[in-house]
């Protein structure tokens, strides 16, 4: 079966850097995408990488590693608002449908 | 343009009864999918629906099911209701079945009783 884990939490300040990461277990990998979701809200999606290497979107960035099994998710100059729960999923085709597994979350705090 | 609809916004049953949720994509969008997320942990995939068709299944008990209409909007059915059904059921459309980036609504949050 399909398995992820990610950090439960994570706690950064204000203007730093922050990376969370995930590793994987799956068959049939297609890739990798990452989702943000505030407290009573939606996800929304941050990035997807469904090859080796780096992908930056503005603030975010993510990478992955289909050899090792593992990404991260990197937040640059932290604001206030990034504070919420981050989770990785990975797009998978397991005994002939597509899936979506979600991680756990990794709830993020960012203090002044 | 309207992100993804979801009705209702909140719902309370009772253990044994049936529920119907409903969800409106994106316009444009042909994908649905559908998940149950307990307060706490991630999204749980339970189907994605693409032009009508099932195309996608998660590890749910055949109480849950759904369907597509022809406008692409979709109902997540569940049948003999138990207390651990109570979540947040997600709805989330994509362009087509392969799309990776998922635009989810609000939610539904479902309590049982």
């Known amino acids: 079966g399909q398995s992820l884990e990610q950090p439960s939490e994570v706690t950064a300040v204000e203007g730093a850097i922050v990376q969370i990461n995930c590793t994987y277990q799956t068959s049939g990998f297609y890739g990798l995408s990452w989702y943000q979701q505030h407290d009573g809200g939606a996800p929304t999606f941050l990035s997807y990488n469904a090859l080796d290497g780096l992908e930056e979107t503005g603030r975010f960035s993510s990478f992955l590693s289909r050899s090792d099994s593992y990404g991260y998710l990197l937040l640059q100059e932290l604001q206030m608002k990034d504070s919420a729960s981050y989770f990785c999923a990975v797009r998978d085709n397991s005994g002939g449908y597509q899936k979506v597994t979600f991680g756990t979350g990794t709830k993020l705090q960012v203090i002044p | 343009d309207a992100g993804v609809t979801q009705s209702p916004t909140h719902l309370i049953k009772t253990r044994g009864q049936q529920v119907t949720l409903r969800c409106s994509p994106i316009s444009g969008h042909k994908s649905v999918s559908w998940y149950q997320q307990v307060l706490g942990q991630g999204p749980q995939f339970i189907f994605q629906?693409?032009?009508?068709?099932?195309?996608g299944r998660g590890n749910f008990p055949d109480r849950f099911s759904a369907r597509q209409f022809p406008n692409y909007s979709s109902e997540l059915n569940v049948n003999a209701l138990l207390l651990g059904d109570s979540a947040l059921y997600l709805c989330a459309s994509s362009l087509a079945m392969g799309a990776y980036e998922q635009y989810f609504g609000p939610g539904t949050r479902l309590t049982v009783t």
């Open positions: 629906y693409y032009e009508k068709e099932e195309r």
